[in-house]
């Protein structure tokens, strides 16, 4: 990442996606000074929040500067965009991407930097974001592209409190460019290479953040959390060595600065949905109150699967998948993680 080229003027960013997230970092973007527009996909959404000038649905406090714009139309929202984020849930990822590469079609437009802000893997197919970015989006879009990672809830980026980040592109243009764009008004950006454990690391968390919600809504106390917290990340790092992130990054900002944020933080959707089932409530009883992804619960059925697939042992993860998808009791889950064969703490 070193003698990276100069990064190109500030661009208009398009930002895809207008959860939480996505207008967080939009908010965050036109702070920055840079003219923004935030897509939804709802004729419904974009008329509620184009007449209120606020995403009231999810960031209700945060009323929308001048620089931001809200757009329903793809193709307008792409229009001479040189910055491109991608803030859509990852299970709708590779469906949006399809239709942003028939839009950019008919534009004709330069390829833009992108910045892949959702952060799971795909169930059925395994890909990370990254990859389906690459075989969705044409060579010359998807090599401008770059992934985020880091502990950073949405409310707080929004309202501009101190937060760090980091970007990871194979592409040191696109790293420095993304890095100059979005750091500073209380965003600290640092780049590496490693997409893979970027990537990865912040997928992964969200099945721990669960378990620690589940350790927390169970009354199992503050001892259980820390173990699950550190027995995690070590679980985490065994699976993304394995599939080929640099280590280094597990101890960074990606790896164990998300999962400490994810597992311990109030504003945590993952941890919220742990803490619900570990009071024994149901799954689809908490997703339906909560209105809102909780991409630890798409997380759990991707990494059990890469477990299984890379012969990598994860018994949080397994625990996880089988609260989640097998009926397993929290009572019996704590027994089962317990009870395992004795080993040394370095495997």
């Known amino acids: 990442m070193t003698n990276a080229p100069a990064?190109?003027?500030?661009?208009?960013?398009?930002v895809l996606g207008a959860g939480s997230w996505g207008t967080a970092l939009a908010l965050h973007c036109a702070r920055r000074g840079l003219p923004v527009r935030l897509w939804t996909r709802s004729v419904e959404h974009f008329e509620a929040m184009a007449a209120a000038r606020v995403n009231a649905r999810y960031l209700a406090e945060f009323p929308f500067p001048d620089n931001l714009?809200?757009?329903?139309?793809?193709?307008?929202?792409?229009?001479?965009a040189g910055f491109v984020i991608l803030a859509i849930p990852s299970h709708g990822l590779r469906a949006t991407l399809q239709q942003v590469r028939a839009a950019l079609a008919e534009l004709g437009d330069a390829a833009p930097f992108y910045l892949v802000?959702?952060?799971g893997v795909e169930i059925d197919s395994l890909r990370t974001m990254?990859?389906?970015?690459?075989?969705?989006?044409?060579?010359?879009?998807?090599?401008?592209m770059a992934v985020l990672g880091g502990p950073s809830?949405?409310?707080e980026v929004a309202r501009g409190l101190p937060t760090a980040v980091v970007i990871a592109s194979a592409d040191a243009a696109a790293a420095a460019a993304i890095q100059q764009?979005?750091?500073g008004d209380g965003l600290r950006v640092y780049v590496t290479d490693d997409v893979v454990g970027v990537e990865l690391g912040g997928a992964f968390k969200n099945v721990i953040a669960l378990a620690a919600?589940?350790?927390?809504?169970?009354?199992?106390?503050q001892n259980a959390r820390a173990a699950l917290i550190t027995r995690g990340l070590a679980e985490i790092g065994r699976l993304c060595i394995?599939?080929?992130?640099?280590?280094?990054t597990l101890s960074g900002l990606a790896g164990l600065g998300d999962l400490v944020l994810t597992c311990t933080g109030g504003l945590s959707r993952n941890r919220r949905v742990g803490l619900a089932l570990g009071q024994g409530r149901a799954l689809q009883e908490i997703l339906d109150e909560m209105g809102m992804v909780a991409e630890g619960v798409n997380n759990t059925l991707s990494a059990h699967r890469l477990a299984q697939r890379e012969q990598v042992e994860m018994p949080i993860t397994q625990i996880m998948h089988a609260i989640l998808y097998e009926g397993m009791s929290v009572r019996r889950a704590v027994a089962a993680l317990m009870q395992r064969d004795l080993k040394p703490e370095r495997d």
């Not at 990064?7 to 398009?14: M, Q």
């Not at 714009?69 to 001479?80: K, M, P, Q, T």
């Not at 394995?242 to 280094?248: I, R, S």
């Open 7 to 14: 990064s190109p003027p500030p661009p208009t960013v398009a």
């Open 69 to 80: 714009a809200v757009e329903h139309d793809l193709g307008r929202a792409l229009a001479g």
């Open 117 to 119: 802000a959702a952060k």
């Open 130 to 144: 990254a990859d389906v970015v690459q075989e969705t989006l044409p060579k010359e879009h998807a090599e401008r």
């Open 153 to 155: 809830f949405a409310a």
């Open 181 to 183: 764009w979005m750091h």
């Open 213 to 221: 919600g589940v350790c927390d809504g169970a009354g199992l106390g």
């Open 242 to 248: 394995a599939l080929g992130a640099d280590p280094v």
